[in-house]
């Protein structure tokens, strides 16, 4: 788990079918509420990743966002202070200057060309099921990059694919009762990328644990 960290440059080297199995074979191991296991996952390799690179690199130029569920209105405190923290150390690390807003934005849309990798899944949770299936799904998010990790594969959890939920149903042909979590981009690391240089920070326990003692 310490060594994980969200890969941001990947190598055009495509996976075998056998190791992205056996991701998929431990992350089904998920715990869920009631064991309902309401993840759905949609995986792509060769063609179909770049049929779907196209296809978001469409629509991150010429839709409006619109997620299946509310992204943040702002950061505050501490929120914000760790975002601000981690935005400036990757754009550090890529040389965009601060207050350059065509540098950031063209690193922003990295995200729907998946940052070069090979593999890209995309996550979804039927409505139904209301907002414990995200909890549901996030534990399998956790476990299948946690997967990656122990198998020498790089990973990156991706929240900015699901600004573009319709374009992706529609792409794949998915249920409009399938609600869009987030994607995650997949393959061999490009160590050689800057945008791979760097390790943001985690809280200290302390800093997210209260005790209740006798």
């Known amino acids: 788990m310490s060594r994980r960290r969200s890969c941001r440059a990947f190598l055009d080297e495509p996976l075998p079918d056998a190791t992205i199995e056996h991701l998929f074979e431990t992350a089904r191991h998920t715990a869920s509420w009631c064991n309902t296991q309401p993840w759905r996952i949609v995986v792509t390799r060769g063609a179909g990743t770049e049929r779907f690179r196209a296809a978001m690199q469409v629509a991150a130029r010429a839709q409006p966002p619109a997620s299946d569920f509310p992204f943040p209105a702002d950061y505050r405190g501490v929120h914000l202070e760790r975002r601000r923290e981690a935005g400036l150390q990757l ?124």
Request: proline letters at 5%; one cysteine or more.
């Open 91 to 214: 754009y550090d690390a890529v040389g965009v200057r601060r207050g350059d807003r065509d540098a950031s934005a063209a690193q922003a849309l990295r995200n729907f060309d998946f940052f070069g990798a090979p593999h890209v899944l995309v996550v979804t949770v039927p409505a139904e099921l209301g907002p414990y299936a995200l909890v549901d799904a996030g534990g399998w998010v956790a476990n299948f990059l946690l997967a990656a990790e122990a198998h020498g594969v790089a990973a990156i959890a991706q929240a900015a694919l699901a600004r573009h939920a319709a374009a992706i149903r529609a792409h794949f042909g998915l249920p409009a009762d399938q609600q869009v979590v987030c994607g995650i981009s997949f393959g061999h690391a490009d160590a050689d990328d800057p945008a791979n240089g760097y390790r943001t920070s985690r809280a200290p326990v302390d800093a997210t644990l209260q005790w209740s003692r006798d």
